[in-house]
């Protein structure tokens, strides 16, 4: 069964840092982009960063860029997201997700991705 699982989520204090991991399993995604997708209560799901393949070019959005690095590691199935300086703003669940076509990830308003994972919780506190 294909599962992504997210891992690293928590409670921290405005300026602090934390590193999200997302664990894939049950195939690989050597073919799929593959990011992180937020989403506070009541809001709408948020792009935040994706990488492509096999280019691994990055996309992030504007108000995670130069705070944020999405980095995969294909070898291990695994993903990361490393959030520094994070502000009270960056409170969400944050969801693992996959996708033969990139383009899909950048507008998660508007489109569902192939695969999710659980989410996990982060929690910025000022």
């Known amino acids: 069964q294909v599962q992504l699982v997210e891992s690293g989520g928590g409670l921290v204090q405005a300026g602090g840092s934390l590193r999200l991991s997302c664990a894939a399993s049950?195939?690989?995604?050597?073919?799929?982009?593959m990011g992180w997708i937020r989403q506070a209560p009541g809001k709408a799901r948020e792009f935040v960063a994706v990488?492509?393949?096999?280019?691994?070019?990055?996309y992030y959005a504007d108000s995670v860029k130069g705070r944020f690095i999405i980095a995969r590691d294909n070898a291990k199935n695994t993903m990361s997201l490393q959030m520094n300086s994070l502000k009270p703003e960056d409170t969400a669940v944050y969801y693992c997700a996959a996708d033969r076509l990139y383009g899909k990830l950048l507008q998660p308003q508007y489109y569902e991705s192939e695969y999710w994972g659980q989410g996990t919780q982060v929690t910025v506190s000022s």
């Open positions: 990488v492509r393949q096999p280019s691994e070019t990055t």
């Open positions: 049950g195939r690989t995604f050597t073919a799929y982009a």
